[in-house]
C-alpha cells in the first residue's frame, strides 16, 4: 500500500500506474499547493472523484480538529497542480458552498465511508473541495 511521499513519488514516476488505483476501489490524484508561508510546492495524494469536468476531493485530515496543511494553503493560493494518471493540468481549488457539500459528501462517502467516521470525531465542518480545470 502506498501512501504519502513514497505514493507520490511511484504515481509521478508511472503516470499513476502505480497509486491511481488505491484502497477499496478508491482512485487517487496528487494535489500540488504553493505553501502559505513558504512558497514552496507540496504534493498530497487525495481520493478523488469526478464531477462533470470538475474533481472533487475531501479535506478531512483523518478527523483531526485542523484542516490538512494542503486545505490550508489553497485557501491562500487557490491555483493548484494536479495531476490524474498521466494527465497533469493547473487547476483553480474552492470549497464547495453549503448546497454544493451536502450534494457532493454522498458521491465522496460512498467510495469511502470513513469520512462520515472523520466528521464524528472532529467539531469542524470538513471542507470539500472542487478542483476546476483552468482554461
Do not use: C
Not at 476501489?25 to 469536468?53: A, S, W
Not at 483523518?62 to 490538512?68: L, M, N, R, T, V
Not at 493560493?77 to 457539500?101: I, M
Not at 467516521?117 to 476546476?132: G, H, N, S
Request: charged letters at 25%; proline letters at 6%.
Amino acid at each position: 500500500m502506498l501512501f504519502g511521499k513514497e505514493h507520490v513519488e511511484r504515481y509521478e514516476a508511472t503516470d499513476g500506474e502505480e497509486g491511481h488505483d488505491w484502497l477499496k476501489g478508491t482512485t487517487v490524484l496528487l494535489l500540488t499547493t504553493t505553501g502559505r508561508k513558504t512558497g514552496k510546492q507540496h504534493t498530497t495524494p487525495l481520493i478523488y472523484r469526478t464531477d462533470g469536468d470538475d474533481y472533487v476531493v475531501v479535506a478531512s485530515n483523518g478527523g483531526a480538529p485542523d484542516s490538512p496543511s494542503w486545505y490550508k494553503n489553497l485557501t491562500a493560493y487557490p491555483q493548484v497542480g494536479v495531476q490524474v494518471k498521466g494527465d497533469r493540468f493547473t487547476a483553480h481549488a474552492r470549497s464547495a458552498s453549503t448546497q454544493e457539500k451536502a450534494r457532493l459528501w454522498p458521491l465522496m462517502t460512498e467510495v469511502w465511508p470513513d469520512y462520515d467516521d472523520y466528521q464524528a470525531k472532529t467539531d469542524r465542518p470538513i471542507p470539500v473541495v472542487i478542483l476546476q480545470r483552468a482554461a
